[in-house]
């Protein structure tokens, strides 16, 4: 049992690539495909006391292609799809910004759009969060970025962009802690079970 002092931890998961497979840019839940071993990650990850968090860019927004709503809504059947299927994912947060954008409000630089840290440090903040203890995952040298520039330990998933490359993944100055085929490999090099 924790101790009252104890902070929950966390595994912050990106989206597209490692939740659901990288499909480019999709407005509506019809466009999801999900892994086949997602579910039984997050059932896993909660089993183990994590909260499930998900970070994802979605520039989309900004480059005028799907409105917030829609992303909103996406996430909220996403979310619903896996809570029936006895998978709970706690939060999504996502970026709408692109410096290339073209919808005014989201055209700039913003600490939430990864390899920045901003998703991960707000969710930290709104489920008072210990990072050291908390991983990120996702299949991006981003994604990687994003986490240890928040204090997370961090797992590298070969099934979006980083697929086929294997051990070779060198991105100067982002080297993940681990190196998974998949998120449920992932889960249970974290849990060892």
Same mark, same amino acid.
């Given at each position: 049992?924790?101790?009252?002092?104890?902070?929950?931890?966390?595994?912050?998961?990106?989206?597209?690539?490692?939740?659901?497979?990288?499909?480019?840019?999709?407005?509506?839940?019809?466009?999801?495909?999900?892994?086949?071993?997602?579910?039984?990650?997050?059932?896993?990850?909660?089993?183990?006391?994590?909260?499930?968090?998900?970070?994802?860019?979605?520039?989309?927004?900004?480059?005028?292609?799907?409105?917030?709503?829609?992303?909103?809504?996406?996430?909220?059947?996403?979310?619903?799809?896996?809570?029936?299927?006895? #998978?709970?994912?706690?939060?999504?947060?996502?970026?709408?910004?692109? %410096? !290339? /954008? &073209?919808? @005014?409000?989201?055209?700039?630089?913003?600490?939430?759009?990864?390899?920045?840290?901003?998703?991960?440090?707000?969710?930290?903040?709104?489920?008072?969060?210990?990072?050291?203890?908390?991983?990120?995952?996702?299949?991006?040298?981003?994604?990687?970025?994003?986490?240890?520039? #928040?204090?997370?330990?961090?797992?590298?998933?070969?099934?979006?962009? %980083? !697929? /086929? &490359?294997? @051990?070779?993944?060198?991105?100067?100055?982002?080297?993940?802690?681990?190196?998974?085929?998949?998120?449920?490999?992932?889960?249970?090099?974290?849990?060892?079970?």
């Amino acid at each position: 049992m924790n101790s009252p002092l104890t902070r929950p931890k966390a595994v912050f998961l990106d989206r597209d690539g490692t939740l659901i497979e990288d499909k480019g840019y999709i407005c509506d839940f019809s466009q999801v495909a999900i892994f086949p071993f997602a579910i039984e990650a997050v059932r896993r990850i909660h089993a183990h006391g994590f909260k499930v968090i998900v970070i994802t860019n979605q520039s989309a927004i900004a480059r005028g292609i799907c409105t917030g709503a829609q992303v909103e809504a996406l996430h909220s059947k996403l979310k619903e799809h896996f809570r029936q299927h006895g #998978a709970i994912i706690d939060a999504f947060y996502y970026s709408p910004y692109h %410096e !290339a /954008g &073209v919808v @005014e409000r989201y055209k700039k630089h913003h600490s939430w759009r990864k390899p920045g840290p901003g998703m991960i440090l707000q969710a930290a903040r709104d489920f008072s969060l210990s990072l050291p203890d908390s991983y990120v995952i996702g299949d991006d040298p981003i994604d990687i970025a994003a986490g240890r520039k #928040a204090g997370c330990k961090t797992i590298l998933v070969l099934t979006g962009k %980083e !697929a /086929g &490359v294997g @051990e070779a993944v060198v991105t100067p100055g982002v080297k993940p802690d681990l190196i998974s085929p998949n998120l449920l490999t992932a889960i249970e090099m974290i849990t060892g079970s």
